[in-house]
C-alpha cells in the first residue's frame, strides 16, 4: 500500500501477522524513503528525495573587498518531468533567492535566466516555467566597513514551486550558504 504525499512516496509493507520483524521492516521502508545521499551517510543540499529540484549554491567560497559587488549562483537542477515556476506566474510561487538579513552584506538585484512558455492543455493557461538545468544570479554588495581579513557567511533560502504533468506539489525551500573570504 502507498501514498503521496506532496511527491514523498511512503511505502508500508502488509504482512499477514504484525511482529516486531514487521514493524522493522516498516522503519527501513520509510528511513530509506525519505532522503537520497550520495556517499556513504552524506546529505547534499537539496539533493533531499522529497525535493523535485537539485539545488546547489556556487561557488561555495568567494573572495571580494571591502565595498565590492560580488555574484551568488544557485544552478537548479529540476528532476525529469518536472517544472518550476519563473517569475510571472499567476496563482503558482516562482522560484526566488530569500537572504538572511546581516549588517555586512546588503542584497542587490535578482537575475534569471530566459524561462519557457508552458500550455496547460486542461486549464487553458500559458505559465512560464523552467524544465531544463538553469542558474540564477543573486548580486549582493559586501559592506563597506568589513575589515579584510574577515569571513562572512551569506545564508538563504530557494523557494520553488514544482509540477509535473498531472500534479502541483506543495511550495518547496531549501536553505543554502556561502563564505565569502574578504581580502
Known amino acids: ?73 544557485v544552478d537548479v537542477v529540476p528532476k525529469p518531468g518536472i517544472h518550476v515556476y519563473a517569475p510571472g506566474a499567476e496563482d503558482y510561487t516562482p522560484i526566488t533567492i530569500k537572504l538572511v538579513p546581516g549588517a555586512d552584506i546588503t542584497p542587490g538585484k535578482l537575475a534569471y535566466p530566459k524561462s519557457e512558455i508552458l500550455f496547460f492543455e486542461p486549464l487553458n493557461e500559458r505559465v ?17 566597513s568589513v575589515k579584510p581579513g574577515s569571513t562572512l557567511t551569506v545564508d538563504g533560502t530557494v523557494s520553488y514551486q514544482a509540477c509535473d504533468d498531472k500534479v502541483c506539489y506543495v511550495p518547496e525551500s531549501i536553505p543554502v550558504s556561502w563564505t565569502v573570504n574578504v581580502k
Open 1 to 73: 500500500m502507498f501514498w503521496i504525499c506532496s511527491g514523498l512516496f511512503i511505502i508500508f509493507a502488509v504482512t499477514a501477522r504484525f511482529s516486531s520483524t514487521g514493524v522493522a521492516s516498516v522503519s527501513a521502508a520509510l528511513a530509506t524513503s525519505a532522503t537520497q545521499t550520495s556517499g556513504p551517510g552524506l546529505l547534499l543540499p537539496g539533493s533531499d528525495a522529497r525535493h523535485h529540484a537539485l539545488v546547489t549554491p556556487a561557488p561555495a567560497k568567494i573572495t571580494a573587498t571591502p565595498g565590492a559587488k560580488v555574484s551568488l549562483f
Open 128 to 144: 512560464p516555467i523552467f524544465q531544463k538545468p538553469f542558474r540564477l544570479t543573486q548580486e549582493v554588495a559586501v559592506g563597506r
